[in-house]
Nanobody
Framework: QVRLVESGGGMVQPGGSLRLSCVPS????????MGWYRQAPGKERELVAI???????NYGDFVKGRFTISRDNAQNTFNLQMDGLQTEDTALYYC?????????????????WGQGTQVTVSS
């Protein structure tokens, strides 16, 4: 079982910045993917950013260079730097991790989610 603890949400004015952090309960090196999703009221959960062993680093189309995902191996955390925030970025942001366990050559992946941190962009 992997627990994920998020921090860094809050309220900011349009054009402002926030930095989200996620601390997994296991070593970050044991995760095959780590990232962030978000869900706004009345909308489906969508990918914000992800670092994956198999597919590299990817961002949602709406990011358009405004956000940066990173990992800090020394602190065992991964982060999402969000700049140029807009009102439409208001959502509950979820930390996500995938852990793949291998038995021989067969791998089994499990997804884990944090409880979510609220990001509100408003003037």
């Amino acid at each position: 079982q992997v627990r994920l603890v998020e921090s860094g949400g809050g309220m900011v004015q349009p054009g402002g910045s926030l930095r989200l952090s996620c601390v997994p309960s296991v070593t970050i090196f044991s995760l095959s993917a780590m990232g962030w999703y978000r869900q706004a009221p009345g909308k489906e959960r969508e990918l914000v950013a992800i670092i994956s062993d198999s597919t590299g680093t990817n961002y949602g189309d709406f990011v358009k260079g405004r956000f940066t995902i990173s990992r800090d191996n020394a602190q065992n955390t991964f982060n999402l730097q969000m700049d140029g925030l807009q009102t439409e970025d208001t959502a509950l942001y979820y930390c996500y991790a995938e852990r793949t366990l291998f038995i021989g050559s067969s791998g089994r992946s499990t997804d884990y989610w944090g409880q979510g941190t609220q990001v509100t962009v408003s003037s």
